[in-house]
């Protein structure tokens, strides 16, 4: 059975949404999914003035616990086409398994929101995929076999680098049902590719 880790951290709740769809998606593939959260960096007059979910339902992620997973799933809001700080925080405490290579060869993917359809999210995306490549992790998207993500008829996320979704400039918009089915695609398609690599 793969071990599957859902790291994500969100402001709002949408990429909580997401990652908790994507966790779904990979156990529904015969996984074992967690879902931890990154430490919130922002000074904490920040995070309440800007009205900052502090949903503490998941456990806090430490960087050691990377290594006992088969593949990661990044799951972080866009920060003008990069990935928000406290996840690039987290990340940069990841230089001991770097340097022992424990990350390498498992399966990794991500998954963002932008508050716009053209607000960054693939650049997002590939701003994490640039970090599991560092890793040394084999990066899986979303391929276009999800047909959600081909929908012209509304406002909709999605990208072969990842699902996404799209909060709207006041957080007002919540992922749709496609967007979180592209989520959970995505977390059974990794799944599925981490128990051929791992069994």
Do not use: C
């Not at 990429?15 to 994507?22: D, G, K």
């Not at 009205?51 to 920060?79: C, G, K, M, N």
């Not at 008829?153 to 680098?161: A, E, F, H, L």
């Amino acid at each position: 059975m793969a071990k599957v880790l859902v790291l994500y951290y969100s402001s709002y709740g949408h990429v909580r949404q997401m990652a908790v769809a994507a966790a779904e998606g990979a156990t529904s593939a015969g996984a074992e999914a967690h879902v931890k959260r990154v430490p919130e960096t922002a000074p904490r007059e920040v995070v309440e003035a800007a009205h900052f979910q502090t949903d503490t339902s998941h456990p806090e992620a430490q960087p050691d616990d990377l290594a006992a997973y088969d593949a990661i799933i990044v799951a972080v809001p866009t920060r003008y086409g990069n990935m928000a700080s406290q996840m690039a925080s987290f990340w940069d405490r990841t230089g001991g398994l770097w340097a022992q290579g424990k990350l390498i060869g498992k399966v990794g993917g991500a998954i963002t929101s932008s508050a716009s359809q053209h607000g960054g999210n693939e650049a997002t995306l590939l701003s994490v995929h640039k970090t599991l490549l560092h890793h040394g992790l084999v990066i899986v998207g979303l391929p276009y076999s999800f047909q959600g993500q081909l929908d012209t008829s509304t406002v909709v996320g999605g990208s072969p680098y990842g699902a996404t979704t799209i909060a709207s400039g006041d957080g007002s918009r919540q992922p749709s049902e496609t967007e979180l089915d592209g989520a959970r695609f995505q977390g059974k398609h990794i799944a599925e590719i981490a128990t051929k690599l791992f069994g």
